[in-house]
């Protein structure tokens, strides 16, 4: 312990007679070149012309920002939400069947069909892959899609036994002997 004591001491008190050294021009050529590597390390450096800095920023295309277009994280929130609410919805639409239930299970299971599969066309069905046209063309039918969808079941709901009935019809029937 003493001995731990007595280095930690050296140490401390070699530190700055080594730094008064170099800075005297004392000591060896190879603590001289690290002493000037150091230095230049750790001063900053000199901020860049003008001309490199518009360079440096120069795009072909506009840039896109995420946060520029709306705001994610109440999407996601609402995402979240909606699926967390179709554990409610769901067993409660089909134990209580009604055309109210019905229409709330529709519009909640085709807005989280529309987001879940959104989300696949964001991901995979990109711009450089695919050129800037495709995107757009699957987003738009998959608006197409998810609106026919949502008049179809509500048409259902309406002109129909409805999707709780159906669902309850389907689990009671008795297989042919």
Known sequence: MALHFVLRS???????VFVSLLNAGKAPAVARSLNSVSKSLLLPKPAPSLALASL???????????A???NHVTLWNAER???VALLGILPVGLM????????LM?????????????????DYVRPILF????????????????????GGLFYFIHNDIGIANTIRKIWSTKPKA
Request: proline share 6%; net charge positive.
């Open 131 to 150: 050129g800037a046209a495709v995107p757009k063309i699957c987003h738009g039918l998959l608006l197409v899609v998810s609106a026919a969808t949502l």
């Open 81 to 83: 939400a909606l699926s």
């Open 106 to 122: 529709a519009v909640s299971i085709v807005m989280h069909q529309y987001w879940g599969l959104e989300a696949i066309v964001t």
């Open 10 to 16: 050296s140490c401390r008190n070699s530190a700055p």
């Open 68 to 70: 520029a277009t709306g």
């Open 56 to 66: 440096r920023q120069f795009t072909a295309s506009p840039v896109r920002r995420a």
């Open 96 to 103: 209580f069947p009604s055309q109210a239930g019905d229409a």
